[in-house]
């Protein structure tokens, strides 16, 4: 861009930056926002066309810490560099609930002070939407597998079935399973989930009316748009003309999550007995659709039908013997050491690879004739359309099938992870592969197709460093990306203490450091009169200390799960308002996203380090082939993912520029280990204190 674009660019943030200033009430100017707004504005402007290098120079991680105004600090830059470039921006938060708050909170709160110009809407996934055709069409019998949530399964008829076809027949529901007045069960909403795989598209007598691309046609309109970091992923490995990377200014709010979710999404899990049904059905489904269409295909689908039932024979063999098979471990899995399958499995798999993947294919070529008969009209249209939703789904198992024995008949210098587990609804076996990271499905969907990006959040350095992040989330592999560490407007050397308390035994000393805890933790709560957070690592250790909690304290504590938790922080607010004590006893979710400013919050208590240990398969296989290369697992990923989790456990002290909080750390490891001290460096410079007795005094 050259540099008057950018200069003009650079001065309507200004200006939008000092009208919001004048209009939103209590609004304070913070040098760490003013900073991520130029960081953002000058990513975005590097916007990238097709036919150029994918470098990176386009892209930026932004650690944007607690307290610095991110959400304002990116929107606004997005916002001007929409307008200046002409392309939409998409904003991608970690959750729905995040997704939501934008879209009804933030979003129209600064499109009063801007004006209309900054218009906005929120994209959702497709089965948050209904089917009206499944509302109004009836398929034969219901499915009998109640996990066959893409089975064409006709409506159940029922009053909640029958008051959302009347509601949306009359103009009073959109469609959308979130704005019903209220919970729809999950067994009556597959019945009417619309879903890729059985969707007509522009052929659907419904089209004009779908829920669903009503939503996204409304959308399209709209300069700002708001998804999930999983909608991402799933639309743009499967649907990309629904959300074009390239005409996209892309912003990833939360975006410590984004590694995990990349790993999620480019997993591929077949339920075997699922997979067995929808083989046979397919058999039947795929002579029957080409029949429909004639000649030469239905000479093909009697090959087909002929190679899937025997691969249905192959596989129940594998079934029966998996079927005495303990899968037990810790989650219900067992999983295949460095990727290699057993050797008994190996000629089996790739004797089954190459005709379920001719299946498939073919399969997807039905449909297309399917879809162009149904494209003519006339009377070949509705047989040919109710053909094609009764094969979609089918198909659609076919080729995560297909997938699944692609990948597990994968080998390479960096293996696959490959496990069995329980499905815990209906007792049979799920076939799992995953990739080690998300990295590589990141850089070729994401990184290297997007016009620009920002990825951005409190926590994305791991003691103080970029590298494992860059690493999951496959920025590495683009060396000219920004990382950028805005500054914390929170004053920590003033504004909170560090208190480690000198315990005897360590938490690899796990009776004694329980029985020290007990001891020490009510002397320690009984220094604060306001409102308090102990965090602890596991259910079994917040259950153990809070059974030992004295008389006088145990009143004024409240425990994660005992109530829901809107009611439980609403009691704690009320408690410290009204002048009383209020502990707050609880786990992971708590340390991260909870919002507890001034009295609030005047004190942190965390049990330990949160250490995780690798217990997904994923994660298994991930510390094995880092051994495998020797490189230290602990050092690369243990350590660094605890330094994150750590990182957002302290910052719930601090929330704003007046608070003053004591963080407590009932770990002497940080100051006896060297990881202890690499975890330290990655914390906000806070003093030690040698007592946690009124520090602030």
Known sequence: MDREKHAAATARLRELYQKVQRSWPGFVARAGQIQTMQAV????????????????????????????????????????????????????????????????????RLATIVGPEMSYDIIKGRQRYMCALKLDRSLGMPDDDDDDHDSPIPPVTNDCVDQLRNAYRDGHWNGDRDTWHEVIDDATWRTIEA???????????????????????????????????????????????????GQALWIFDEGHHLPDVGVEAFATRVDLDRFIKACNKASGGLLKAATIIGPPLKGQAEQHRLALR??????????????????????????????????????????????????????????????????EGGDSKGVADKASMELGPLVRQLVDGSELLRLWSTTGTVPMAKWLQRNERSGGIVLCASPLTGAKGLAEHVWSQVAAAVVTSATLTACGEFTMFSRLAGLSRFPDHQQVVV????????????????????????????????????????????????????????ETVYQSMPPDLAPNILVQGQRPRQALLAEHRARVEAGHPSILFGLQSFGEGLDLPGKLCEHVVIEKIPFAPPDSPVDQALAE???????NPFAELTVPRAGVKLAQWVGRGIRTTSDRAVITICDTRLQSQAYGQRLLRGLPEIPLTRSVQRPFA
């Open 310 to 375: 025997s691969a249905v024979r192959t596989l129940e063999r594998i079934r029966d013997e998996l079927g005495e098979t303990p899968i037990d471990g810790s989650n219900g899995v067992i999983r295949f050491a460095h990727g290699v399958l057993p050797t008994a499995w190996q000629p089996l798999v790739h004797e089954l690879h190459p005709g379920l993947d001719a299946a498939s294919k073919f399969g997807i070529l039905v449909l297309q004739e399917l879809s162009a008969r149904g494209g």
């Open 195 to 245: 879903h890729r795989s059985s969707c007509l598209r522009s052929r659907c007598s419904h089209y004009r009316q779908c829920a669903f691309y009503n939503a996204r046609r409304q959308a399209a309109e709209a300069k700002i748009v708001v998804a999930n970091h999983a909608l991402v992923l799933s639309t743009l490995t499967q649907e990309r003309s629904l959300l074009k990377p």
């Open 625 to 631: 082939w880092l051994e495998s290369e020797q490189r």
């Open 41 to 108: 504005l000058a990513t975005l402007l590097k916007a990238r066309e097709a036919d150029q290098p994918a470098d990176g120079s386009n892209i930026a991680a932004i650690e944007a810490p607690t307290g610095t105004g991110k959400t304002l600090g990116y929107l606004l830059p997005a916002f001007v560099a929409s307008t200046v470039l002409g392309k939409r921006v998409v904003v991608s938060t970690a959750t729905v609930a995040l997704q939501e708050q934008l879209h009804h909170q933030d979003l129209p």
């Open 487 to 542: 500054q914390s407007p929170f004053n920590y050397a003033e504004q909170a203490r560090l208190f480690i308390p000198q315990m005897r035994a360590s938490p690899k000393q796990s009776s004694a450091f329980t029985t020290e805890l007990q001891g020490l933790l009510p002397d320690i709560l009984r220094q604060f009169a306001a409102g308090q957070l102990v965090l602890f690592a596991s259910r079994r250790m917040l």
